[in-house]
């Protein structure tokens, strides 16, 4: 049975409900009201759930499908601007005990030469990658506890990490290796990893052991779970994905959306990274031989969807769920006191809009300038970012202190009570004193998305989130709802404080190279 906090795989993975979910997204493929319903909510960038996603995958109208690659790029544009990160893989051994049907390294495969890298050549390959421009690397090695322990993983770990090239150092080591144990994923931890990623290939448990019928890789269940370990021995910055053609593609999405739906649920954060590679020939793999490989059109699909399902994979969950608390704390105040707190909200969503578009144009403008190894011009746009916000925030707070009344109305209509008005009212205008926190907030932001450092966005949302529940839960009940909203610009100077501590920490300098 269905259960997203299950830790069994075939509970969180649930067969029945993915073939329910496909029925019901083939069932709705033509029922425009419903996609158009999904298009527009989904325009707020909170994503939408397993079986919304398979509508919006299913459809068959060509004038929603356009509009959905459109709003795929607009929420692209609107969390990460023109930007990629990219990171360069590194093999360390191709040595491998599993007999994956679908991978030239499985262990039948007596044509390919089989080579571990010693930690000299490691090193060599390392300094190479750097003079590319590479910060950022993911260590990839085939399964086998002889060739390749995790002391291996670790020592190649620590040499990589201690390489102080002319470009400076690696900034980040992600690790791509086989699933293990709660304590070797704590190892993992303790040596400072990015990212642990490891795909699922395919969720459809039958098709999965007949992929894999030999090797420590065959037991669904342990592969499945092993993000739960791994989260378990702390590191909570994960990366799944499936490997599409291996099974049919409407099984292996909805599988890959109910586990990062899981994720969240059962460890409180979901994947960092969600990747789609699909099947391609390769030495003794004959793509022709799967038969549900994927054509260019679907991959496309797929990934659109993909970007309107889960904008934010890191991020979502956590704010969604602290506001529905917050507004949890206002429904005992009454009807009219949550009119009036809702109207207040859609005004603060308006006004930030402008904040985070200064701080979406400065991300570009930092990377482009770090590209070129134009250091004194990163300062220099950030000061700008920030007067901007000053000039913003002037104007917004004179908007709200002479006119808060009728941008209550707008909201409000008629029916508006005196008390609707009120707390509307008093909730703008104590925002309106404070949204220059929120714009150095968006353009500290801003700079470390165009440095590529994005690890302080989570801690410094959630601070800034629980400083609004904590006032919110202990006081409003207390002392009144005004407590709801005295402690939003708290939180917002505290995000500004976290994020501008982890800028201080990295500012980069002449001799830095750009994120990759």
């Known amino acids: 049975m269905y259960d997203v906090k299950s ?50 995958l299913e459809c068959d109208q060509a004038d929603l499908n356009e509009q959905m690659f459109h709003l795929a790029k607009q929420i692209k544009q609107k969390l990460y601007g023109n930007r990629i990160v990219m990171f360069a893989p590194l093999y360390l051994s191709n040595y491998c ?34 003079d590319m421009g590479h910060k950022r690397l993911a260590l990839e090695a085939g399964e086998d506890p ?32 086989a699933a293990t144990t709660v304590e070797n994923y704590k190892k993992l931890r303790d040596a400072g990893i990015g990212t642990y990623i490891l795909f699922q290939e395919t969720y459809h448990k039958e098709n999965y052991e007949k992929l894999h019928p030999t090797g420590p890789k065959h037991n669904y269940a342990y592969h499945t779970e092993a993000m739960d370990r791994a989260m378990e021995a702390g590191i909570d910055d994960v990366g799944i994905g499936v490997l599409f ?58 990934v659109a969807v993909l970007r309107i399902a889960v904008p934010s994979v890191l991020q979502q969950s956590t704010v969604s769920i602290g506001m529905m608390i917050v507004q949890a704390v206002v429904n005992p105040f009454g009807t009219q006191a949550l009119a009036g707190y809702a109207a207040t909200m859609r005004v603060e969503n308006v006004f930030s809009l402008i904040f985070v578009s200064i701080g979406n144009a400065v991300s570009p403008y930092i990377y482009q300038n770090f590209g070129a190894k134009k250091i004194d011009r990163l300062k220099k746009g950030y000061h700008a ?53 929120m714009g150095i907030k968006m353009a500290t932001d801003g700079v470390l998305r165009g440095l590529g450092i994005m690890r302080p966005f989570l801690i410094a949302n959630m601070v800034n989130l629980a400083i609004r529940l904590s006032v919110a839960l202990i006081c409003a009940p207390r002392f009144g709802i005004a407590f709801v909203w005295l402690a939003v610009p708290a939180g917002w100077l505290a995000n500004f404080l976290v994020s501008y501590a982890a800028l201080r920490r990295s500012w980069p300098t002449e001799n830095a190279a750009a994120p990759q």
């Open 245 to 302: 053609g291996l099974n049919m593609y409407r099984y292996d999405f909805v599988g890959l959306l109910m586990h990062a739906e899981h994720l969240e649920a059962a460890m409180g954060v979901g994947p960092h990274t969600i990747s789609v590679p699909r099947i391609r020939p390769a030495d003794d793999i004959d793509a022709e031989d799967f038969k549900d490989a994927i054509s260019d059109e679907i991959f496309e699909k797929i």
């Open 385 to 437: 970012a920030l007067v901007l916000d000053l000039c913003f925030a002037v104007i917004a707070f004179a908007v709200i202190e002479t006119l808060h009344t009728q941008i209550s109305s707008l909201f409000l209509g008629k029916d508006g009570t005196a008390l609707a008005y009120q707390v509307s009212g008093d909730y703008m205008r104590w925002l309106g004193y404070f949204f220059i926190f």
């Open 7 to 56: 830790r069994v795989a075939t509970e969180f993975i649930d067969n029945k409900e993915i073939l329910d979910t496909i029925a019901y997204a083939k069932q709705n493929k033509s029922n425009r009201k419903l996609i158009e319903q999904l298009i527009h909510r989904a325009k707020d960038c909170k994503g939408l759930t397993h079986r919304e996603a398979a509508v919006l």
């Open 146 to 177: 002889v060739n390749n322990p995790l002391e291996y993983i670790l020592e190649s770990i620590e040499t990589i990490y201690s390489i102080q090239h002319k470009n400076g150092a690696i900034r980040r080591v992600n690790v791509n290796i």
């Open 97 to 130: 005990v599993n007999g994956c049907t679908y991978c030239p390294y499985h262990y039948k495969n007596k044509t390919i030469c089989r080579k571990k890298l010693t930690q000299e050549e490691i090193r060599r390959e390392v300094i190479a990658l750097q």
